[in-house]
């Protein structure tokens, strides 16, 4: 198979015998012209069979030549060689399909890089979304989100910079000219020395990763709720949007726009029964999520009713393999991880 633009030719033999033309195209460009004028014989050149008896004069690239006919298929099918081999690229291997919310859920168990593997990389960065989307098999990544003075969105849990910038700025009452010079400490990473990084604007992550993974964003206060609607509908990627909030919030402009909806449980040990079936059961919900710090009874109860209903159950934040092989015996589908360099398998 010839690797050649659309506009080109790889069709390196085409002509006919008699008063004819056969030449050897190269990316539409003719490298060599054969013609004949004996009018002998009409026959159309295709592959091998044209008779060998004589062609009479031909015309080489303009110059009158005596040929037979072995002699011009010879000429012509070296000359369409020469083309072939020339426009003959390496094979390439063909892209992995892109993930969609239904090709993740197809796999069990399936990873979500939390906060873009925050305790593998500064939380939240460009940098932690880079290093995680390199990762081989990983298929999804986790933002949270909060609005700054003058409506930029930005990649954080918190709605402060304290925890993870040191200094303190409520997001929501600074412009982001005051928060772009923060640096995002690596202090709660596997690797507390490795370089600070910059806080990162969301529309930087969002824009270089929906077509590449299923993004789970969540809102982290009310005024950013509805820009980052908004913001993941402007993408029409509907199949690689997870809408993620605590499981009792309001899931219907979400599920509107047609996104995956995942609502995860609040101590729901302290829950009554019919209030943890109305919860799990509800159809705004898509999947359920369960904190790793849930006793194992609680989780298998999450998990039993979830599969009743047919509905992944997730578990979050894992932060070791004794947590992951855990969730998997408990039944949970899906591990949300921020140490998903290490976790991931």
Known sequence: MCAVPSSGSCN???????TGVATANFWGRTILTLT?????????????????????????????TLLSRRTFLGATVGAAALGLAACTEPAVAPLPPVPTTTTLLSQRPFFVAHRGGGGDWPE?????????????????????VCRTADGVLVCSHDPTTKRVCGVDYTILDQTWRTLS????????????????????????????????????????TVESSQPLLLKMASFSAPERVVWKQPASADFTEAKRRGFTTWGYLIEPRKLTTARLHQLIESPAVDMIGVQTTEPEQMVKTVVKMADAV??????????????????????????????IAELLR
Request: glycine residues 12%; charged residues 15%; hydrophobic residues 35%.
């Open 12 to 18: 390196a033999i085409q002509g006919r015998f008699g």
């Open 124 to 144: 939240m960065t460009g940098f932690a979304y880079e290093q995680a989307s390199r990762l081989p098999g990983l298929q999804a990544l986790e933002i949270s």
């Open 310 to 339: 047919g509905k992944p159950t997730i578990m979050w934040p894992l932060a070791s393999v004794f947590e992951r092989e855990r969730a998997i015996r408990l039944g949970c589908h899906g591990l949300m991880t921020s140490t």
């Open 181 to 220: 010079p923060l640096m995002v400490t690596a202090a709660g990473t596997t690797n507390p020395s490795q370089p600070a990084q910059p806080l990162t604007r969301f529309d930087d992550v969002v824009g270089r990763y929906i077509g590449q993974f299923v993004l789970f964003v969540e809102p982290k």
């Open 36 to 64: 004949s004028d004996a009018g002998e014989d009409s026959s159309t050149i295709r592959g091998l069979g044209m008779p060998q008896s004589s062609v009479g004069p031909v015309s080489i690239n303009g110059s009158p």
